[in-house]
């Protein structure tokens, strides 16, 4: 689980729920027909923008945030560098037990075709376009959010205009200036909520994560290829340490 993005969560809705409970109370800032032009109107917009399949992931992918997959980037050096070892003292069909049982999907398919003698070119092109497709579909899904910060903010701005216009179409009666007055406002409100904790940010994060991805993703490319074309294993970790930051490089070698 991501502390960081939960905390951050927890502690933007503790303080912006204690100061609205410290003065007029939370109840004042409550209102049905806000939520329904914010929330319905920017969530029917997004149904317009992305295609259902997409928006079905909707609370998949925001979890995602919450709880992101787990990638032990040292662990997974030390495997391919076993891997490496193993195909140079008994050959790389000694690995088809390995590949049979890797949990990762990438690194099984990639391991697999190697194994099974395909052209190292050939290799390289299929996994490269796992790794492009992969990263587009989940640009895709980091846009919803983003596409809903400031949808949720157009639809604020709406609600405004309509509790403008309802109370300047009443006036007359001081009765109804408040309530259009508070959709007014309201609306405002949830829309740059929504935008600002939910939208944004979890936009960002998820776009984060893909980055993250891509590199694991790349780092067990350049493994497979450099176990198909027989580099030792020295030379394949020194290579794969590449991909980490300078203070993160420890090689099991030394």
Do not use: C
């Amino acid at each position: 689980m991501d502390l960081g993005t939960v905390i951050g969560l927890v502690l933007i809705m503790a303080l912006l729920l204690g100061a609205m409970s410290m003065g007029v109370g939370i109840g004042a800032y409550m209102d049905i027909p806000s939520v329904l032009i914010v929330v319905g109107g920017s969530m029917g917009a997004l149904m317009i923008s992305f295609k259902p399949g997409q928006m079905k992931s909707f609370i998949k992918v925001f979890m995602i945030a919450i709880k992101p997959p787990e990638a032990d980037t040292v662990e997974l050096i030390q495997k391919l560098v076993e891997f490496s070892t193993k195909a140079r003292k008994d050959g790389i069909l000694a690995l088809e037990g390995d590949a049979a049982s890797e949990p990762n999907d990438f690194l099984r398919n990639g391991l697999s075709m190697a194994i099974d003698g395909s052209d190292p070119d050939t290799i390289r092109d299929l996994l490269e376009i796992d790794i492009e497709q992969t990263s587009i579909r989940h640009k895709v899904y980091a846009s919803i959010f983003s596409q809903w910060a400031g949808l949720a903010g157009a639809m604020g701005m709406v609600g405004t205009l309509i509790g403008l216009v309802a109370m300047l179409l009443n006036m007359a009666d001081p009765s109804a200036i408040g309530p259009s007055m508070a959709v007014a406002l309201l609306t405002t409100m949830y829309g740059a909520i929504i935008g600002n904790v939910f939208g944004t940010p979890i936009s960002n994060i998820l776009n984060l994560r893909n980055d993250e991805e891509t590199v694991v993703r790349n780092l067990i490319l350049t493994g497979i290829m450099s176990i198909q074309s027989g580099d030792s294993p020295r030379v394949l970790e020194a290579k794969l340490l590449a991909y980490m930051a300078p203070n993160e490089r420890v090689s099991q070698f030394d």
